[in-house]
């Protein structure tokens, strides 16, 4: 591979006044999608023990798909064989309005793909839903543009779950799009844009659950306790131990990617062995410098070894941070082209765990836009690729009111200090 160029992804951060303007459009477009979400389930009487007789038999049997998802959703309703609908709201509303949000950041990075290799934009999904025999279905352009990114995301947007078959009344679904349509460009283009919108979705429950002094249960933990990390903290805490391994690692080889916030200290004298080093943050006008992390003795000295877990992944603000040095450091640390690297990346060296699964989706889809959007030797996006390795992310864990026998249970036998991990 050539020298000359090193491909790099900017990792172009949202600035304040468009967070705001996110993080005004998601509370308000989920006001409006549960309000949607509620007036489409009462016309089919979802919570009603009787089924209206002017359902037609399509409705009816959409109807019994909802109340058995909304069983599903529901412990309460589960355990009396009723139908509690305050969870499949919620769903309805969180699924309908996100993936139009998700077709919008899909096309505003030309990857929102009619077919293998041809993208499609929203003005082109317009066009396209006026043709039944290129409408798949839908009734205009931002609901094709939602069936797209559907069909691109599958482990995002479950293709059997009986929600999206659900249509919002008109003036509901207007209301939707002019909001997701008033969003900047820009929104969609930063690294950090997806990891906000699931923080900002949250907010208004959160809020309602610490108004409210209940006792936090599994309803109320995933709102409660999510505070998304802010991006200087994120480079902070990843330039100080990937980028002190980096210069520790590899002395005298300037890092790919630039390191603004690793902190150095004087060296001591067993470090001289780095005098002949070039990087300015470790030999500047001060010295001879270390990070001042320290110099990550127990880490692999080759980042094909190298693990790196986030036990608490949220919607996936340091796998995507650590994904864009990671990959430029595999490239130049053993020659690898952008794909490969890109690749080697998310087979060997991401893992995250969560225990909320929306949480759990928003990553999944971070971390695949960020490997799509990144740039190949020539400058261009790699694009989507059927080949790419998923990302190692998982929805981890039981809800809270889990039993101590269930927590128990997890536990293997056959570990040493299995008595101890079960206390």
């Not at 094709?144 to 008109?170: D, S």
Request: hydrophobic residues 45%.
């Amino acid at each position: 591979m050539s020298t000359s160029y090193m491909p790099t992804a900017d990792a172009v951060t949202l600035p304040k006044p468009l967070r705001t303007q996110l993080e005004n459009t998601v509370k308000c477009a989920r006001d409006v999608a549960e309000s949607a979400a509620r007036a489409a389930l009462v016309q089919l009487a979802v919570a009603d023990d009787k089924v209206p007789d002017y359902l037609s038999e399509p409705q009816r049997v959409l109807r019994r798909k909802l109340r058995a998802h909304a069983r599903a959703l529901s412990a309460s309703s589960y355990q009396s064989n009723s139908v509690e609908t305050r969870h499949l709201v919620w769903e309805v509303a969180y699924e309908h309005w996100h993936r139009m949000l998700f077709a919008r950041f899909l096309a505003e990075n030309h990857l929102l793909l009619w077919e293998p290799g041809a993208p499609v934009t929203l003005a082109e999904c317009d066009e396209l839903v006026q043709d039944a025999t290129t409408s798949l279905g839908a009734k205009s352009g931002w609901e094709l543009a939602g069936k797209l990114a559907a069909r691109m995301l599958p482990q995002v947007f479950k293709p059997h779950n009986p929600v999206y078959e659900l249509v919002f009344a008109p003036e509901h679904q207007r209301a939707l799009e002019k909001l997701l349509a008033g969003l900047a460009v820009d929104v969609f283009t930063a690294s950090d844009s997806l990891g906000w919108v699931y923080q900002f979705w949250q907010a208004k429950r959160k809020d309602e659950v610490n108004a409210s002094e209940v006792k936090i249960g599994a309803d109320e933990l995933p709102a409660v306790t999510q505070l998304f990390t802010e991006p200087y903290m994120v480079d902070f805490l990843l330039h100080n131990s990937l980028g002190a391994w980096w210069a520790t690692r590899h002395p005298g080889q300037p890092c790919p990617v630039p390191m603004t916030y690793l902190r150095t200290v004087p060296a001591t004298p067993p470090a001289r062995h780095c005098e002949e080093r070039s990087d300015a943050a470790i030999h500047d006008s001060n010295g001879l410098q270390a990070p001042a992390a320290g110099n990550f003795e127990g880490w692999p000295n080759s980042l094909k070894e190298f693990k790196l877990l986030d036990p608490c992944c949220g919607s996936g603000h340091f796998l995507v941070a650590a994904f864009l040095l990671l990959v430029p450091m595999r490239m130049a640390s053993e020659g690898l082209s952008a794909m490969d690297a890109v690749d080697a990346v998310l087979q060997d060296n991401l893992h995250g765990l969560e225990l909320d699964a929306r949480c759990v989706e928003i990553a999944v889809f971070a971390l695949a836009l960020a490997a799509w959007r990144f740039p190949d030797e020539n400058g261009n996006p790699l694009g989507v690729r059927a080949d790419m390795p998923a990302p190692n992310i998982a929805c981890c864990g039981l809800k809270v009111a889990a039993s101590a026998e269930e927590w128990e249970a997890l536990v293997p036998e056959s570990l040493l200090n299995s008595e101890l991990l079960r206390q």
